[in-house]
């Protein structure tokens, strides 16, 4: 009796499989770390951990210093008023601040990317711009010239939208055709199976835009 043959991966499944690995570890670095920006805070306000100490008015330097350095993980309501009133902020501003710090929230890049995956063989390579986060996707798909993409994005009805940065593209949409030249776009539903071509002799990209991202 034969075995069932495995089911063939996506491009889009295999893209997310070898990013699994790497978006845990962001998701933990991504994570508010308090004392960070109570350091940050408070050096920006010219402030020594002493003057904090005295604004805030019952705040122990012993407790400051080990909040500061991450020995203290979780602060009690107290530390943190005590923290908050030192720092002119309200508790609710604190963490305000401690979610900037975190990438998920808010991260300056550049054209290089904060990651990229390779498929040589199949002339692909899908650079980031943002780090990993579940809800969105931004970034470039790298086709190699007379290289084509077949697949289903999604498999739920969620937007994608593409914009041709360099190059030129065919793009059929299930039914639907299109010939997409630099600077122009494309809207459509994730779930219809679609295919991008390259019909050029040199490398074309397009940015992506999925939400929420497929990696």
Do not use: W
Request: glycine share 6%.
């Amino acid at each position: 009796m034969k075995e069932p043959r495995a089911k063939k991966q996506s491009i889009y499944e295999l893209i997310a499989a070898q990013t699994e690995e790497q978006h845990h570890a962001e998701s933990e670095k991504a994570s508010i770390e308090l004392h960070r920006t109570v350091r940050r805070l408070r050096q920006a306000k010219g402030f020594s951990g002493v003057r904090l100490c005295r604004e805030a008015g019952d705040l122990d330097p012993k407790t400051l210093t080990a909040l500061e350095k991450g020995r203290i993980k979780n602060p009690s309501i107290r530390t943190l008023q005590s923290v908050s009133r030192g720092l002119s902020l309200s508790v609710s501003d604190l963490f305000r601040e401690a979610e900037l710090e975190s990438e998920s929230s808010y991260y300056l890049g550049s054209q290089k990317g904060e990651f990229q995956v390779d498929f040589p063989k199949r002339g692909i390579k899908i650079v980031s711009f943002t780090p990993f986060i579940r809800d969105f996707f931004c970034g470039k798909l790298l086709l190699g010239p007379r290289r084509r993409l077949a697949d289903t994005l999604l498999k739920h009805p969620n937007p994608v939208f593409v914009s041709v940065l360099i190059g030129r593209f065919e793009v059929d949409v299930e039914t639907r055709k299109a010939t997409l030249k630099e600077g122009e776009n494309l809207f459509f539903n994730g779930r219809l199976k679609h295919v991008f071509y390259n019909p050029l002799h040199r490398e074309s990209v397009l940015l992506m835009v999925t939400a929420p991202s497929f990696v």
